[in-house]
């Protein structure tokens, strides 16, 4: 199968998954995530339709931004502090948010271009110490510290799945959705509703993420790999 191909089964399934949890498919975006493909990779999956696409590095972020500005590109990745200035004028939503130190820095670099950096806070959901991100507990403390920054508008969450088990897969998610409710009642009208997003989910774990209310699932083998079996 081509990447073309994938990329329209995958968003068919995706619909699909949608009707079976009774949710409206406009509700989730399919992120495309090119970070093993280049700009063929990329080009390929855009002539099928994609308008989003995911990557978690800088230098690749950069060369398919500035070969595709049209699309949407997600910065999804480590945030490295002085690369943060280079990341901003690029990314339509940071996903991996979870430094204060960083905070300042988007909303600095995003004041300088007169915009608002979107992005989404990291929770590490699991607790695996290889993973990144907040502990649950830390998170709406958190969203509160760095309410006041003038360009960060915080969109909602993104969590990552402990790989091999969808049972354990599932009760992450549904914990991130647990615990963005719970936040969302400490913020006031107008930040809550941009608190909206729960980017979670992969190419092996999608479907129990669409169950428990993802709102962004981040797409990477089952659309630009060849030997993905799903
Ligand atoms: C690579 C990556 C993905 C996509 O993973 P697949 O298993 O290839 O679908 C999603 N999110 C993050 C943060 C990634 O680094």
């Known amino acids: 199968m081509s990447i073309g191909e994938n990329y329209r089964r995958v968003l068919e399934e995706v619909a ?8 409206d498919p406009s509700d989730v975006l399919l ?49 490295q502090s002085r690369r943060i200035k280079d990341i901003v004028p690029c990314a339509h939503l940071i996903h991996s948010l979870f430094e204060e130190r960083h905070a300042q820095k988007i909303s600095d670099a995003a004041m300088s271009l007169d915009k608002v950096q979107r992005v989404l806070v990291e929770v590490n959901v699991s607790g695996e ?4 991100g907040l502990d649950p ?36 998610f549904s914990d991130l959705k647990l615990l963005k409710d719970d936040v969302a ?6 930040k809550r ?5 729960l980017s979670m989910g992969m190419s092996e774990d999608w479907r ?15 659309i630009f790999s060849d030997d993905f079996a799903c």
Not at 193 to 197: C, G, H, Q, Y
Not at 208 to 222: D, L, M, P
């Open 185 to 190: 009642k400490s913020l006031s009208a107008e």
């Open 16 to 23: 699909a998954q949608c009707e079976k949890a009774h949710r």
């Open 129 to 132: 110490a290889s993973k990144s």
């Open 31 to 79: 992120l495309a995530v090119s970070k093993t493909v280049g700009l063929d990779g990329v080009k390929q999956a855009l002539d099928a339709g994609a308008a989003n696409f995911g990557e978690n590095r800088l230098e690749q972020l950069q060369e398919k931004y500035a070969a595709f500005p049209q699309v949407n590109w997600h910065f999804i990745g480590n945030i």
């Open 208 to 222: 129990e993420a669409i169950e428990c209310g993802s709102t962004i699932v981040r797409i990477g083998r089952a």
């Open 137 to 172: 507990h830390e998170t709406k403390g958190f969203i509160q510290e760095i309410s006041h920054l003038p360009n960060v508008e915080v969109c909602g969450l993104m969590t990552m799945a402990p790989q091999g088990d969808l049972q354990v897969a599932h009760e992450c």
């Open 193 to 197: 509703a941009a608190f909206a997003e």
